[in-house]
């Protein structure tokens, strides 16, 4: 039976692909195989694995290499790719989709300590005023208790009116310690002239960051109002690690003519002040304050812009774990897309790079910037025009100054 019946079919199957039929080929390809001695052998053993390789054979037959190549291969590789640098991809992409903010109106910035106040505010277009404003610094505070110390040191001469706010919520909606409050003995050279307050955290689960950012900024405002500010006394509003520096407000509380507002440009420094990045850092700025107009801020409000007014020293601290905290408690805690980014080992070796904690792209508007800018920050020697106290200071805080990226595990 067998050696007559399945000739037969082959025969049948082999007339109707050569008359083209194109439906028929995979069937008569199936039924070639199916009728080989092997298989033939195995069908009489009654195995149904042998029908079902032979059906595999016959389907994969008709598959090109290069396109079982592209989908069990490439696609999954590029869906990783995506996965793991997609934001890299764009970031990089960026200048295609979004053009560089209006640029600022950069105010120049004259000084030398030699030089009198009444010069230096005839330089700038102004005139000097018989008595110095009174100057309220208000910063709404999280865990940097030495950027503090170092902002403080710096600005107390010039500020009459020190407004600090902390919450027992970061950004993030995570309880935290109120670390001033708790350490508020370190900062007795400013408590005669110290306002502080406590906002509770809402802690809304899931909810966005800026949320509670903003939510704390209001607080804050409130809060400069009960300090005691008044009509075209100087306000300060920035991040404890934007300082500007002293001769800066000194030079503004001194002179008529200042405008109501105007935006500090401060030199951009990363982890400490070895890695200094650029003079992009824009977001502090000073208000002539006016009741009812003047909302304490922290972005863009006007086009004016001092140069050389100050640092910004971002990521600045004495111990992992304040890496690990700010990493977890800050608005932008959607960087941390996976869980190695938070290993002790790597902070150590990041910081000692100048690389990105969160391995990110630059953010800049043009290729040409964000291609100058990728890799690590070059490591700086110079410490000239750093904030006094810290040089005056420089073993307890060896940690900021060049040379020294090692960090205590905290």
């Not at 105007?262 to 502090?284: G, P």
């Not at 630059?362 to 990728?374: D, G, L, S, V």
Request: aromatic share 14%.
């Amino acid at each position: 039976m067998w050696r007559t019946a399945i000739p037969r079919r082959r025969t049948a199957c082999a007339r109707r692909c050569a008359a083209g039929m194109a439906r028929f080929r995979c069937i008569c390809l199936f039924l070639r195989d199916w009728c080989s001695s092997e298989i033939i052998q195995k069908l009489k053993e009654g195995s149904r694995a042998a029908i079902s390789i032979s059906r595999l054979r016959c389907a994969l037959r008709d598959f090109d290499i290069k396109v079982l190549l592209l989908f069990f291969i490439c696609i999954p590789t590029i869906v990783f790719l995506i996965y793991a640098h997609g934001q890299k991809i764009t970031y990089f992409l960026r200048p295609l989709w979004e053009s560089p903010p209006k640029p600022f109106n950069i105010i120049p910035h004259y000084y030398n300590p030699n030089v009198s106040m009444e010069t230096l505010c005839s330089l700038h277009g102004w005139k000097i005023r018989e008595s110095p404003r009174r100057v309220f610094d208000a910063v709404l505070f999280s865990n940097e208790l030495d950027m503090l110390e170092i902002r403080w040191k710096e600005l107390s001469p010039y500020v009459s009116e020190f407004v600090l706010l902390e919450s027992n919520s970061t950004f993030t909606g995570l309880v935290k310690p109120l670390y001033f409050a708790n350490d508020r003995a370190r900062f007795d050279f400013v408590e005669s002239r110290l306002t502080y307050g406590m906002v509770g955290g809402r802690f809304m689960k899931g909810e966005n960051p800026f949320v509670e950012e903003s939510y704390q900024r209001v607080a804050l405002d409130q809060l400069i109002k009960i300090a005691g500010i008044t009509e075209d006394d100087l306000l300060i509003m920035s991040d404890v690690d934007e300082v500007p520096s002293g001769h800066t407000i000194d030079l503004l509380r001194w002179c008529n003519g200042i405008p109501d507002r105007v935006h500090l440009q401060l030199k951009n420094y990363l982890y400490s002040f070895e890695f200094y990045l650029d003079d992009k850092s824009w977001r502090a700025s000073v208000h002539r304050y006016q009741a009812g107009k003047t909302r304490y801020a922290h972005y863009r409000q006007t086009d004016l812009l001092l140069a050389d007014s100050g640092w910004h020293c971002s990521f600045c601290f004495r111990h992992i774990n304040d890496f690990l905290f700010k990493m977890k408690a800050y608005s932008h805690v959607d960087r941390i897309r996976f869980a190695y980014y938070l290993n002790r080992s790597r902070i150590q070796d990041v910081i000692c790079k100048g690389a990105d904690l969160f391995d990110m792209l630059p953010e800049e508007y043009t290729f040409q910037e964000i291609i100058a800018k990728m890799g690590p920050i070059p490591s700086t020697f110079s410490a000239v025009h750093l904030p006094a106290f810290l040089l005056e200071n420089r073993e307890r805080y060896k940690y900021l100054l060049p040379g020294n990226c090692r960090r205590d595990s905290g």
